[in-house]
């Protein structure tokens, strides 16, 4: 990986995306002890960062490859996201996704403009049907995190954060399937100054944490987490990065979860979705360590059930 | 009331307000037919556009008044503005309050600095207690809304506003007690280009709906609304400025404040307060009149009880 491939995917993808906002809070300053600087991704396209990767891997096709469409299986912000980036370069996306997904969230999905197939409900059984549109269809399969190009997309956030701030000495981000923290820890790697980037995972499902540890990818057996959208594992494109460029995974309970949610809802007064919470849940848990630093935050996405909230 | 005064308020207060973000959303200009830019003051200091009236008035008053401090009686934003501003301006604030309001307004003002003087709920007993205060502490009553110095400042969100988008063609903000649709008012008449103000009312609460028809001062027997920010009535103030310069009140139903707040949490993942959701229903109410046009909505606060939302 180069700056140039991450400026030229920033390029690619800019008219297809938000650039969004960073905001900042004297009081969320003076609670945590530290500067930050929130870059919202959850004003992004679709109410999340994963608008940036979908763009970058479909603009990255060939006219032969979009003409045959994308497909991936998933029934959170990538489906919505490969919906509206397919949308946005009129290129068709089937979305294959569980029987049992809400209805709100396949809703989501067509108002985009995604087909859905649906599937039974076991990761075998997706697969198998998402093979089975590359095959039909000529399709182009698209992972939410394991491919180069979704992680440079994903990576164009912490690139745009940097541009406004250049002289952060820290970013934080969730860790999920890990495309947003290995894309982050590249454009820190090339754009900042001297920039560290810190995970934040939930105790509930702490398979980057271990798999740093351990330098192997690992699973998790259980993912009770109010974090839905982190309980996916680390892929064979991500993780070299991961462990190349990440220094630290901060791991956070699930009130301490709620509560940083609960926080940037009342004092900031935007709406973030519960992963969204975790890397400011983290940098609360360890704050004397970096007090009066300079700490940019990607706030990852805004896509909540306002009917189901932790409070 | 001169261009110049608005002008000299708002120098005046700059270094105790932030200059609010301007948003927009296609989701929402599509759903409306309009070109919607939203003025946040949701993200005021304190959570609210009161904050510039409570600072435009303190600024004003007279070393010797400041020594002594300012009274006013509320339990809703006001008294939060009033606190925070006082503390800015290092002028003490005595806040009357009756004795049942929730705990959580409470700990806001304290949380501002301002000082609670509790008394039995009834408007009597309020007027009462903060006239006493007046008279022992010699501290300046400022009323929450019907005072030219209040009215100027709330105006000057609107002066911010078409500072960025000088061809608005209307404006539309909550009405409740009036002082921040007189303000709007105001601005829009010496900083617009043919800039027409609208204010949105819930039927529940309609009584400068009925003051603007009838030519006097209406009051409501009830008060019914989940916009508990609009259940106060005009001022012989903000009253004549409201009869010259606001052109009409749409009146909107308990059940469109609800779909307009949810329409902007869910779209917009920002949060507002149901009294400030009121002028985008009033917009989507009528929305055939206003197609195509360019519109600015206050959007006035955000300070909600996460334990007790509508949907």
């Given at each position: 990986?180069?700056?140039?491939?991450?400026?030229?995917?920033?390029?690619r993808i800019?008219?297809?995306?938000?650039?969004?906002?960073?905001?900042t809070s004297?009081?969320l300053?003076n609670?945590?002890g530290?500067?930050?600087?929130f870059?919202?991704?959850?004003f992004?396209r679709?109410?999340a960062?994963?608008?940036?990767?979908?763009?970058?891997a479909?603009?990255?096709l060939?006219?032969?490859q979009k003409?045959?469409g994308v497909?991936t299986?998933?029934?959170g912000n990538?489906?919505?996201a490969?919906?509206?980036?397919?949308?946005?370069?009129?290129?068709?996306?089937?979305i294959?996704?569980?029987?049992?997904?809400p209805q709100?969230k396949?809703?989501?999905?067509?108002g985009y403009?995604g087909?859905?197939?649906?599937?039974?409900p076991t990761?075998?059984d997706?697969e198998?049907?998402?093979?089975?549109?590359q095959?039909?269809?000529?399709a182009?399969?698209?992972?939410?995190s394991?491919?180069?190009?979704?992680?440079l997309?994903?990576?164009?956030?912490?690139?745009?954060l940097?541009?406004?701030?250049?002289?952060?000495?820290?970013?934080?981000?969730?860790v999920?399937?890990g495309?947003?923290?290995?894309?982050?820890?590249l454009?820190?790697?090339?754009?900042?100054?001297?920039?560290?980037?810190i995970g934040?995972?939930?105790f509930?499902?702490d398979?980057?944490?271990?798999s740093?540890?351990?330098?192997k990818i690992?699973?998790?057996s259980?993912t009770n987490?109010?974090a839905?959208?982190?309980?996916?594992q680390?892929g064979?494109?991500?993780?070299?990065i991961?462990?190349n460029?990440?220094?630290?995974i901060?791991r956070v309970?699930?009130?301490?979860?709620?509560?940083?949610?609960?926080?940037?809802?009342?004092?900031?007064?935007?709406?973030?979705?519960?992963?969204?919470?975790?890397p400011f849940?983290a940098?609360?848990?360890?704050k004397?360590?970096?007090?009066?630093?300079?700490?940019?935050?990607?706030?990852?996405?805004?896509?909540?059930?306002l009917k189901n909230?932790p409070?």
């Open positions: 990986m180069t700056k140039k491939e991450l400026q030229d995917c920033h390029q800019k008219k297809y995306i938000h650039r969004t906002p960073v905001l004297t009081l300053n609670i945590s530290a500067q930050i600087f870059k919202c991704e959850n992004q679709m109410g960062f994963k608008m940036r990767g979908a763009a970058s479909i603009s990255k060939s006219d032969i003409s045959h497909v299986h998933s029934s990538f489906a919505q490969l919906s509206l980036a397919a949308k946005s370069l009129d290129v068709k996306a089937y294959v996704m569980p029987s049992t997904a709100v396949k809703d989501a999905v067509k403009g087909e859905i197939i649906e599937c039974p990761l075998q997706r198998q049907t998402a093979f089975k549109i095959t039909e269809k000529k182009t399969f698209l992972h939410p394991n491919d180069l190009d979704v992680i997309g994903q990576g164009t956030a912490a690139i745009e940097l541009e406004e701030h250049p002289y952060l000495e820290y970013i934080f981000t969730p999920g399937g495309g947003l923290v290995a894309g982050t820890a454009a820190a790697h090339f754009y900042g100054t001297d920039c560290t980037v934040g995972e939930p509930e499902v398979d980057a944490y271990r740093l540890k351990s330098g690992e699973t998790n259980t987490t109010i839905d959208g982190l309980k996916t680390l064979d494109i991500n993780f070299p991961i462990k460029y990440v220094d630290e901060i309970e699930e009130d301490e979860i709620i509560s940083a949610m609960q926080l940037i809802w009342e004092r900031m007064k935007i709406i973030i979705e519960p992963s969204c919470a975790v849940a940098l609360l848990k360890e004397q360590r970096f007090e009066n630093t300079k700490i940019g935050i990607i706030l990852s996405g805004g896509n909540v059930d909230l409070f």
